[in-house]
């Protein structure tokens, strides 16, 4: 499957959001993260797909998201 980051503008409201599509479990955290940065999307406003919600809950390491 292919990956890619998908950054949405809202240009009414100036909301961003970056979106993962094609990766396994919690690595689109990882790969978002520097286009979040550079946005300043904030980590309180992450939403998971269904995908990456079955491993974050079955998963024992922690990712550290810095902001």
Excluded: N, W
Aim: proline residues 3%.
């Amino acid at each position: 499957m292919e990956r890619s980051i998908l950054i949405h503008f809202d240009k009414v409201t100036g909301e961003v959001k970056v979106e993962a599509s094609g990766f396994e479990g919690l690595s689109c955290l990882e790969a978002t993260q520097p286009f979040e940065e550079a946005l300043g999307v904030v980590e309180g406003e992450r939403e998971f797909k269904p995908e990456a919600q079955q491993q974050r809950m079955t998963s024992t390491h922690q990712t550290r998201i810095y902001q």
